[in-house]
């Protein structure tokens, strides 16, 4: 049986979840309206918590929320195959990976510009040039590049 009696400040402390992110997930339908006492106080109970912590977990590790959805639905079934939770995993890894690929790239010419920079003058600069000259990323380096004026 679901303990009751948890106020919105707990459940936020316990989950780890800040209380208008918790009021935004009820809105969205993520979490259940939990049911209000006499005084109109949001009553919630220890399965909000458990659920709360799962959608802070998932979104700790980049989840969507409509990927955290289908998780969540997953879990109503127990008994149901991991076969779609895993390939909403494999997914979301794939997406990482290639991010994790477009931001090497990014640092790889940021490390080239300043490498290539001598800390002379500003219109020697090759930090400025190749941000003027676009055509230099990734390219060999003696394309005339213009400088500010």
Avoid at 92 to 120: K, N, P, Q, Y
Wanted: charged share 35%; with cysteine.
């Amino acid at each position: 049986m679901d303990k009751k009696g948890y106020t919105i400040g707990k459940v936020a402390a316990r989950s780890g979840v800040k209380v208008p992110t918790i009021r935004f997930y009820e809105q969205i339908g993520l979490i259940r309206e939990p049911e209000r006492t006499e005084n109109q106080r949001r009553e919630y109970g220890a399965e909000d918590i458990k659920r709360l912590s799962f959608i802070r977990h998932a979104r700790d590790l980049g989840f969507e929320i409509n990927d955290i959805r289908e998780l969540l639905a997953m879990t109503e079934t127990p008994n149901a195959s991991c076969h779609e939770a895993d390939s909403i995993a494999r997914r979301h890894l794939d997406e990482i990976e290639d991010r994790i690929e477009r931001l090497s790239a990014l640092r790889d010419e940021l490390r080239r510009m300043v490498t290539e920079c001598d800390h002379g003058r500003l219109c020697e600069c090759r930090v400025i040039q190749i941000l003027e000259d676009h055509s230099q990323c990734g390219h060999e380096h003696d394309h005339p590049a213009q400088t500010l004026k």
